[in-house]
Every structure is written in structure tokens, then in C-alpha cells.
């Protein structure tokens, strides 16, 4: 459960809201030599000021296969080369885009939550087993239940907290 909070932060870190942040690319693959390698092994990522992002390749080679990588992408950017450096200007989102990455948001949230729930049926299925193959008593099988659905229950809030502070973050103007 605590694995699928930890998934669903680092989706919405890569969710682009109106500020430059190094996560937004740092995952994306770029075809290097016919291999899917992250971006973030090929090259270093800054932030030099709150609307771009400076992409520094390792190897100067690689410009090209990040830059088409960048256009292929789905962020909607466009890369400016200038033969060392990659720049990527952020644009202002506007209310229709902003909306669509709220609705985007709250999709990602649910799927965690589903997520949590099947996580939970699996442990309690495991503790209904045990009860029946008589390893543990029917009491501790009852208590194991409401441990699992006290996790349950943390773990969703996590989720929903993580989703509430990504729409705040996209709305913000």
C-alpha cells in the first residue's frame, strides 16, 4: 500500500502545473543507441529560473534523440537547441488545461485508491486462509481483519491527500 502512495506522488510530480520542475522530463526515454534509456541518465536536469529547464547532455551526440523525445512526448513542449543546452520554456496554463489536469488528477487518484482496496481483499483473503488451514484462531483472524482496514483507511487518506495538494497546485494561479 505504501508502495502505491509512493507510485502515485511520483505521477503527479511528473504532471505539469505552471512552474518548471525537473520531474516533469527526468523520466521520459529517450531512444539512445536503440535503447529506451530515462532521460535523467543521459543528461543533467536544472531548473535556472521558475518558467525553464535547462537539459545538459552528457554526451553532446544525444541531442538530437533527446530533443525528439521531448517532441514525441506528451507535455506539449517545445525544445529550443542551441547545440549544448536544451531549453524548454513552461507556458502559463490556461483554465481549459488546468481543468484537464485536474480531471487527469483525480483519475490517477482513484486508480490508487482501487489499488489500496484490491491490496486490502488479497490480505484478508491470506487471513481468512490461515483461519481455515486452523494457523491462527478465529479471533486473531477477526483482529487481522480490522488491522488490514485500519491500514486501509491510512492509506487512502494518504491517496487523497497527495491528490488534493496536486489539484491545489495545478489550480493556483
Given amino acids: ?17 505552471g512552474r518548471a520542475s525537473g520531474a516533469l522530463v527526468e523520466k521520459l526515454q529517450v531512444d539512445y543507441y536503440g535503447v529506451a534509456t530515462p532521460l535523467m541518465q543521459l543528461a543533467s536536469i536544472s ?32 525544445p ?19 481543468n484537464d489536469l485536474q480531471k487527469l ?13 484490491n491490496i486490502r481483499r488479497s490480505a484478508i483473503e491470506d487471513v481468512r486462509e490461515f ?12 483482529r487481522g481483519q480490522e488491522n488490514v482496514q485500519k491500514l486501509t483507511d491510512k492509506y487512502v487518506e494518504e491517496v487523497e491527500t497527495a491528490g488534493k495538494r496536486k489539484e491545489a497546485e495545478i489550480m493556483e494561479v
Fill in 1 to 17: 500500500m505504501k508502495s502505491t502512495v509512493l507510485v502515485l506522488e511520483e505521477d503527479l510530480k511528473a504532471m505539469r502545473t
Fill in 47 to 78: 531548473v535556472p529560473e521558475p518558467q525553464t529547464i535547462a537539459i545538459r547532455p552528457y554526451d553532446k551526440s544525444t541531442l538530437k534523440a533527446i530533443e525528439r523525445a521531448i517532441q514525441a512526448s506528451e507535455l506539449g513542449l517545445t
Fill in 80 to 98: 529550443n537547441n542551441d547545440g549544448q543546452i536544451i531549453r524548454l520554456n513552461i507556458p502559463a496554463l490556461t483554465q481549459e488545461r488546468r
Fill in 105 to 117: 488528477v483525480q483519475r490517477r487518484v482513484e486508480e490508487a485508491r482501487v489499488s489500496v482496496r
Fill in 131 to 142: 483461519e481455515k488451514e486452523k494457523m491462527v484462531s478465529e479471533d486473531e483472524a477477526k
